[in-house]
């Protein structure tokens, strides 16, 4: 049992390695997030951004299952279901959705946007409602894919959480036929699958910095992408997990507001974000781009028990002569020991760097360590140093093949 998860802002390139790994895999389950996330996989040539079916599902003999820990857009799940049937992907009694997930229904994307708007200071969300399905999740207030199995208890729990309650109820009653044959008991199913040896791939959505607990609150999303959110979103227990994969960007992006102490001057972020394609799969906004941060990347590799990770979008740094890693951060002249939990505290923060030369040449789409570079290999090795954990998988280019694995 292993866990694919992000150490950064999100968009660390997950889908793409979830993928790569998911042949050798029985099932790929989302634990955690809903529709906010935007995994591409290339299939066929094509670039495919999936929201909430896991990167699994172009693997045949892969099961894919959104947990208990997700929260599900209806219209987001069937608009994806159809993209997928459209390229010739078979999804019924291959894809699940955990009876105990909790729905995203209008009004929480209603919600999300008029919270959005009226703050002075935006969080930058992907407005699809999930800080207010989480709310009414926690709020005990929230209707989950179980309950459409019981029509009239969803309307009387409607007539308490919204004005409107028939046009809630009808809206619901409208995708309880097409959402009935994928909506199982998923506690059972995985430990079923846990009992017959079977192997699963846990896939992390959004990334640590964005991890409600330990990320950069409150510009953050609503639940845990960390690994202890794999046992809550889904009920395997975390003596089941063998190994937890951190998956970085060989740089640093972030989508939406809040601090990135490592943000790059505007002229060199613009250059960055053209070539790595530094744009939302799912909004489609400009992603902001910064050097890497082995001081956070340290960080999220503690609280997730990383040992091995992926380096992804190594040829986006092909041909800068020096490269930064920022190695601490200093307040009022004073190193700190650990990363500061305030935003207060990382906007005033001043970041230590360390410059090393860059290579010459590309790295893209290279499958073999031997044929990188020497600058890309001393890059990697400082990489591993300065955050405890190993290099196993080097991302070389977009496609499932583009990478190397040490
Ligand atoms: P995720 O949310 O973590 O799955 O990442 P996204 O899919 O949002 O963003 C990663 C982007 O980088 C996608 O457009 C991928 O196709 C692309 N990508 C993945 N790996 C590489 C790589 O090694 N090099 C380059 N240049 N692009 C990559
Ligand atoms: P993947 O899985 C990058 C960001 C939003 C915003 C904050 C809160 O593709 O890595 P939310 O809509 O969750 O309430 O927004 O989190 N965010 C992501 N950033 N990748 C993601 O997912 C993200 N999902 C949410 O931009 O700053
Ligand atoms: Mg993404």
Redesign the pocket.
Same mark, same amino acid.
């Given at each position: 049992m292993w866990v694919v998860l992000?150490l950064q802002w999100?968009?660390?390139?997950?889908?793409?390695?979830?993928d790569y790994l998911a042949g050798g895999f029985d099932a790929v389950v989302r634990y955690q997030g809903g529709a906010n996330?935007?995994?591409?996989?290339?299939y066929k040539g094509k670039?495919v951004?999936l929201h909430l079916i896991p990167?699994g599902i172009f693997h045949p003999g892969c099961t894919c299952v959104i947990g208990n820990g997700v929260v599900l857009d209806p219209e987001a799940f069937v608009k994806e279901i159809k993209m997928l049937e459209e390229l010739g992907i078979e999804t019924k009694g291959r894809v699940w959705i955990s009876d105990r997930a909790h729905l995203t229904l209008p009004y929480h994307k209603r919600k999300d946007e008029e919270r959005e708007e009226r703050r002075k200071r935006k969080i930058g969300t992907t407005r699809r409602g999930i800080g207010p399905t989480y709310m009414d999740k926690y709020g005990r207030t929230g209707i989950r894919a179980g309950d459409l199995f019981y029509p009239e208890y969803v309307k009387e729990r409607l007539s308490f959480n919204v004005e409107n309650p028939d046009e809630v109820f009808e809206f619901i009653l409208s995708y309880r036929d097409f959402l009935l044959p994928y909506i199982t008991d998923a506690v059972e199913l995985l430990h079923r699958f846990l009992e017959e040896g079977k192997r699963i791939l846990f896939e992390g959505?959004q990334?640590t910095m964005l991890d409600v607990d330990f990320g950069t609150y409150p510009f953050v999303t609503s639940s845990n992408p960390t690994a202890g959110g794999v046992c809550t979103g889904t009920g395997i227990p975390p003596t089941a997990i063998e190994k937890v994969i951190g998956?970085a960007k060989a740089y640093t992006t972030r989508i939406g507001e809040g601090p990135l102490p490592t943000e790059f001057p505007p002229e060199f972020e613009e250059r960055i974000r053209e070539k790595?394609?530094e744009f @939302?799969?799912?909004t489609g906004r400009p992603r902001r781009c910064g050097w890497f941060d082995a001081f956070q990347v340290r960080y999220a590799v503690k609280i997730n028990g990383v040992r091995e990770m992926v380096l992804?979008?190594?040829?986006?740094l092909d041909g800068i002569e020096i490269i930064k890693i920022a190695t601490g951060y200093r307040l009022d002249g004073v190193e700190l020991s650990s990363f500061p939990s305030s935003p207060g505290t990382l906007e005033r923060v001043e970041v230590i760097y360390e410059e090393i030369p860059g290579w010459e040449g590309s790295v893209?789409g290279i499958k073999r360590y031997e044929d990188l570079p020497h600058g890309a290999k001393r890059y990697i090795k400082r990489i591993e140093e300065l955050v405890g954990a190993r290099v196993k998988w080097i991302?070389? @280019?977009?496609e499932r093949e583009?990478?190397i694995h040490v």
């Open positions: 992000g999100g968009d660390e390139a997950k889908g793409k390695f979830v996330a935007g995994h591409t996989v290339i670039k951004p990167s959505a990334g998956v790595g394609d @939302g799969a799912t992804t979008k190594l040829d986006v893209k991302s070389t @280019g977009p583009e990478i």
